[in-house]
């Protein structure tokens, strides 16, 4: 019994291969991670700018396309007639008449206050009115608009021809000046930088 059971352990054992010598299991090489596309701004570029031909292409031949359509032929509407009231002409500001007007001397006053006074002997000799009887006024033309109703601004105030400042009636408004009336002498106030002082009687 004893000998049959050695030899079961020896057919057994016969029946085995000799242990292999294993191989040191290395550990797996991690392959690297490919770059995502996102994170490259070269690929990302590329992409974009084949993106951008191809659309381009598209759009050229779009282009071409419509280009070769046969325009529909279609009757033009006559031109509509332009209504005259639509258009207004502009006309010029009137020139200046040669009208005696007196006009400011060299220091801006303007003085209605000399009177003159019927003398044979002297005609040119003037008097004066008394301060009490005397006003003074500064009128300052700031600005003269051309048009078919040319209007004037003076002291800030937009006149025209017919209104009234400062007790004086606006005849009329020339290119550079304004013209003036108080009681039978006309006043021609030019346009400028500085006030016009005028001295009135009361």
Do not use: Y
């Not at 019994?1 to 352990?9: A, D, N, Q």
């Not at 029946?15 to 991690?30: K, N």
């Not at 105030?157 to 005849?171: C, K, N, T, Y």
Request: glycine share 4%.
């Amino acid at each position: 019994m004893r000998t049959s059971l050695f030899l079961c352990l020896l057919a057994l054992a016969g029946c085995q291969s000799a242990p292999q010598p294993v191989a040191p299991v290395s550990p797996p090489v991690a392959a690297p991670a490919p770059i995502p596309e996102r994170a490259d701004p070269a690929v990302r570029q590329r992409r974009h700018i084949e993106a951008l031909i191809a659309q381009n292409e598209a759009l050229g031949s779009r282009v071409r396309e419509l280009e070769a359509q046969p325009k529909p032929v279609t009757a033009s509407a006559p031109p509509s007639p332009v209504q005259a009231s639509a258009m207004v002409p502009t006309a010029p500001l009137p020139e200046p008449v040669n009208e005696p007007a007196l006009m400011p001397n060299a220091e801006g006053l303007l003085d209605l206050t000399a009177v003159r006074i019927g003398d044979e002997a002297n005609p040119f000799a003037v008097r004066t009115l008394p301060p009490e009887s005397v006003r003074e006024i500064a009128l300052r033309v700031g600005g003269i608009v051309r048009g078919p109703s040319p209007c004037a601004l003076i002291n800030g105030r937009p006149v025209q021809a017919g209104d009234r400042i400062e007790s004086l009636d606006v005849v009329r408004i020339e290119p550079a000046a304004v013209l003036l009336r108080h009681g039978a002498e006309l006043l021609r106030l030019p346009l400028t930088e500085k006030p016009v002082r005028l001295r009135l009687p009361l």
